[in-house]
């Protein structure tokens, strides 16, 4: 069965530390790996990664996998209490026949105190 | 403006009675999914459509029903709601298979509030 696992759950820091997020998965044929940020309302993207070793970054935020340990970390730099927000996990499993599925794990809950 | 809507954004129902949730999308996307969100949980799929009448269980589908009739919709159907269905609904869209950077970047609807007493 395909698995993702976030940890920490919740997470309370002040403005201006750096939060290191982690995402480890069990996928019978993993295809990619995508971040999501979750406010009050839907999720929005923010990354896709494919490839073990290559850091995808926007702004403050950045992102890298290893395929071989199976997991990622997403890093938010700087915070803000912008970044205050469920962060999102979700891996293709690439099952036959089955589009675009995404198998999500529970999230980190990210509160940032001014 | 590119979007997913959904209707209703908050329902409160009495069990058993049947409920149908609206999911639209004007991105003329092929792969069409729901999932339920739930405390400690994520998001689980309860379906999804790959296109115009081609529909399949995802993760959760006990309960649930879908349609795909036309490609821009793609209805959630409760025929007999039970509290356990108590949940926050999300509906979303992708493009369809492809290469590049959006090629399953799934984009969601506002969500649905739904509690069954």
């Known amino acids: 069965e395909d698995k993702v696992v976030q940890s920490p759950l919740s997470l309370v820091v002040h403005e201006g530390d750096t939060v290191t997020l982690n995402c480890s998965y069990e996928v019978t044929n993993f295809r990619s790996l995508l971040w999501y940020k979750q406010e009050k309302k839907a999720p929005t993207f923010l990354f896709m990664l494919t490839s073990s070793g290559i850091e995808k970054k926007s702004g403050r935020l950045s992102s890298i996998l290893d395929k071989k340990e199976l997991f990622s970390i997403l890093n938010i730099t700087a915070t803000q209490t912008g970044d205050s927000a469920i962060y999102l996990c979700a891996v293709d499993p690439n099952r036959p026949n089955a589009g675009n599925m995404l198998t999500f794990g529970g999230g980190t809950r990210l509160m940032v105190k001014p | 403006e590119a979007q997913v809507t959904q209707n209703p954004r908050y329902l409160i129902t009495v069990t058993g009675k049947k409920l149908t949730v609206t999911c639209s999308q004007n991105m003329n996307h092929e792969y069409m999914s729901w999932y339920r969100q739930d405390p400690g949980l994520g998001l689980r799929q309860i379906y999804y459509?790959?296109?115009?009448?081609?529909?399949d269980k995802g993760d959760v589908p006990e309960g649930y029903k879908v349609s795909r009739k036309e490609k821009r919709n793609f209805p959630l159907i409760l025929e007999s709601p039970s509290p356990n269905q108590t949940s926050l609904y999300f509906c979303?869209?992708?493009?369809?298979?492809?290469?590049?950077?959006?090629?399953?970047?799934?984009?969601f609807g506002p969500g649905t509030r739904l509690t069954v007493l």
């Open positions: 459509s790959m296109n115009v009448e081609v529909t």
């Open positions: 979303a869209s992708s493009l369809s298979k492809g290469t590049g950077q959006g090629y399953n970047e799934q984009f």
